[in-house]
């Protein structure tokens, strides 16, 4: 089982309404759209990383390649 941590959000009083006649689990919908920001963001500081310091030739492969056949 993953570890869990419990939280408190605020829903708008109507779309809990909404949720609640359509059966939506908040619990699980509010888990489900955090891990989507956190991979988005996540994924977000990657690409800038890789922009501020975009990848090169690398001579240290050269010496890699030279452990087997081509």
Do not use: C
Request: no cysteine; proline share 4%.
């Amino acid at each position: 089982m993953v570890a869990s941590t419990r939280t408190t959000f605020t829903l708008d009083t109507e779309t809990a309404e909404i949720a609640r006649r359509l059966g939506v689990n908040v619990s699980a919908a509010a888990r489900d759209g955090v891990r989507a920001a956190v991979l988005a963001a996540m994924a977000k500081k990657d690409r800038a990383a890789y922009q501020r310091h975009p990848e090169g030739d690398d001579a240290g492969w050269d010496a890699a390649e030279a452990w087997g056949p081509p």
